[in-house]
């Protein structure tokens, strides 16, 4: 897990420098016109997955079905899915572009949809990693991604001295790039296969993946609902200065994204472990809830200077968004948590439930704050979303694992022992690292 949040951490200064360079070098409303075109691939591959990457951890975690033969079925599916999908974006972009995306050029959503196919597929490897817990080959690939596209958007921007259409051409072939590699780093566990698939394996796979599915849809549609509706009430500039602030944010996700990448298979496999899964869960909700905490006071201090220096004056306004965002960031980290224990139980389909209440009050929320309250709005009703969605998911999982909600915020004397015993080990590589001086 240390070193899964160590690739992690690298992953965080890439994104964190191309998301600075990007919005610095494009100004606000460029970086608006960049995120909401990239958007559309993203959009469509969460809508059209079926589930099919939570079907490949929750069964090859169990050992129901094998690597290989999943990977092939993923093939099949993922032609069909990738034709689909490039012919509904094809009629957002010709018949709902104004609707949807209003004042975006045309051409951005263009060259961002034929990233769809790549970005879809790199999931679906992703996900075959992560089920065999295979998590250097998992984190390599989700470094090459944003390694890529930091070099080919400095070299197209920094070098050429193109625009927005060179960042989202830098997002394209940078996503294929990474899909490359993730292929030939794949292959090495597909010598030998029987490519005859039985209809019980694509069964299996889209019952369990279609409600894993569905719950997934709603959540990102839900992470994601502010942009789209701060681009609608306000301007694709007050949508870039907006998404700084989420981006900022969301880098505190690291941890928790970190431990719930490697929990997930873990938790499939102890589904029998009652006992196991009542001591680690608390255990990873309590660490994961109180560095969120700390960080998020750190980042609440340093958030206009921090703003200032890294993205400019014509980005200040992000730090009162951000402001309004941590809350939810904070109580949004153990929610994940919480999330893959349920869909560990075989129950996906509560959480699916939950979200289409989160999406519904989320819905609601920004379309009464971001008239009244502009960006900072949008943020107000992602924290209130965040938070009743974790709320509604600890309820859950309480009756699963009758667990007390103090165990899940309260440090124990274990919690502390262990603390102490980091510092310590700290301490020692520090004094050993001197006297090698």
Known sequence: MALNFIQQGIKLVLVLVLTIYIARTLGPGGNGQYNLAILLPTLL??????????????????????????????????????????????????????????????????????????LLLKKLIVSLFQAIEKFKRY?????????FLLLLTLILIGIFHFGVKAACFAFLA???????????????????????????????????????????IITFFNYRL?????????TPAATGVYVV????????????????????????SLNKTTDTRKILIPLV???IFWVSF????????????????LFGNDYLDAAGALLWLLPGIVVGSIARVFSNDIAAHGKPEINLYISIIVVFCNVIANIMLIPLYGINGAAIATTISYTLNAILKFIIYNKINRIKWKEIFLMTEYDLELLQKIFKLLKDNLISFRSSR
């Open 294 to 309: 700390m960080a998020a006071i750190v980042l609440a201090l340093l958030s206009t200077p921090l703003i200032k220096l």
């Open 45 to 118: 591959t969460t809508f059209l997955i079926l589930g099919i990457d939570s079907a490949n951890v929750f069964y090859i975690g169990r050992e129901e079905i094998d690597i290989r033969s999943s990977f092939y079925l993923n093939l099949k599916l993922w032609t069909v899915i990738s034709g689909i999908g490039t012919t509904v974006g094809i009629i957002i972009i010709l018949f709902f572009n104004e609707i949807l995306f209003p004042g975006i050029d045309p051409i951005l959503l263009w060259i961002a949809l034929f990233t769809f196919p790549a």
């Open 174 to 216: 940078g996503t294929y790039l990474a899909t490359i590699i993730s292929l030939l780093l794949l292959i090495p566990y597909l010598k030998n296969v029987d490519k005859i698939q039985s209809r019980s394996i694509l069964k299996k796979s889209l019952t369990y993946g279609g409600k894993a599915h569905l719950s997934n």
């Open 139 to 147: 984190n390599l690939i989700l470094l090459t991604d944003p390694f």
């Open 245 to 268: 602030a989420v981006q900022i944010a969301e880098r505190m996700w690291i941890l928790s994204r970190s431990v719930s990448t490697v929990l997930l298979p873990k938790l499939v």
């Open 285 to 287: 909700c309590r660490w």
């Open 226 to 234: 502010d942009l789209i509706l701060v681009n609608f009430f306000l």
